[in-house]
């Protein structure tokens, strides 16, 4: 961690001016740094790295949000739930459950109902990791869900849920 406030500062202004890159791999590598140094003052610059052209930079800009876990984020994760790339539904929802706070569990439950499998199954582990009791009767409609990591994932957050309680 960089403890330097100043340093901090210019750091995460370089990173920022960095998601600008014309190499999607150093645009990438930036979000990923600035997910890992986790400063709110990166949250504007990743918000508008969501919607990049490479696909590798959308999603480390969107699993930055979630180490960040800035509920500024989520109005523009929640419109990431219905982008046509399962990949980017999958880390939108494995972001809101980290950033997590019960407003999501609607939005979370919605993907229940994906038409990917791995969406179904990250909505079920992000709903566990915010643990909510209101998340319970959810999980329990996807209990009977077709693919079977699906089933096991909603069940291990149903077991978490009740472990909180």
């Given at each position: 961690?960089i403890k330097n406030?100043?340093?901090?500062?210019?750091?995460?202004?370089?990173?920022?001016?960095?998601?600008?890159?014309?190499?999607?791999?150093?645009?990438?590598?930036?979000?990923?740094?600035?997910?890992?140094i986790g400063s709110?003052?990166?949250?504007?610059?990743?918000?508008?790295?969501?919607?990049?052209?490479?696909?590798?930079?959308?999603?480390?800009?969107?699993?930055?949000?979630?180490?960040?876990?800035?509920?500024?984020?989520?109005?523009?994760?929640?419109?990431?739930?219905?982008?046509?790339?399962?990949?980017?539904?999958?880390?939108?929802?494995?972001?809101?459950?980290?950033?997590?706070?019960?407003?999501?569990?609607?939005?979370?439950?919605?993907?229940?109902?994906?038409?990917?499998?791995?969406?179904?199954?990250?909505?079920?582990?992000?709903?566990?990791?915010?643990?909510?009791?209101?998340?319970?009767?959810?999980?329990?409609?996807?209990?009977?869900?077709?693919?079977?990591?699906?089933?096991?994932?909603?069940?291990?957050?149903?077991?978490?849920?009740?472990?909180?309680?």
């Amino acid at each position: 961690m960089i403890k330097n406030i100043n340093h901090q500062q210019m750091v995460i202004d370089a990173l920022c001016k960095s998601l600008a890159d014309v190499m999607p791999e150093v645009r990438a590598k930036a979000a990923d740094s600035l997910g890992k140094i986790g400063s709110e003052i990166a949250v504007t610059a990743l918000l508008n790295t969501i919607y990049d052209v490479d696909i590798t930079v959308r999603l480390s800009a969107i699993k930055a949000l979630g180490e960040i876990r800035s509920s500024i984020a989520i109005p523009q994760l929640v419109k990431l739930l219905l982008d046509t790339n399962w990949e980017i539904r999958a880390m939108a929802v494995e972001a809101l459950g980290k950033i997590g706070p019960e407003t999501v569990i609607s939005y979370l439950s919605n993907a229940l109902d994906d038409d990917n499998a791995v969406v179904r199954s990250t909505a079920a582990k992000a709903l566990g990791q915010i643990a909510s009791e209101d998340a319970i009767p959810y999980l329990v409609n996807a209990i009977s869900d077709a693919d079977d990591t699906v089933r096991s994932s909603v069940i291990e957050a149903i077991g978490k849920i009740g472990a909180r309680e």
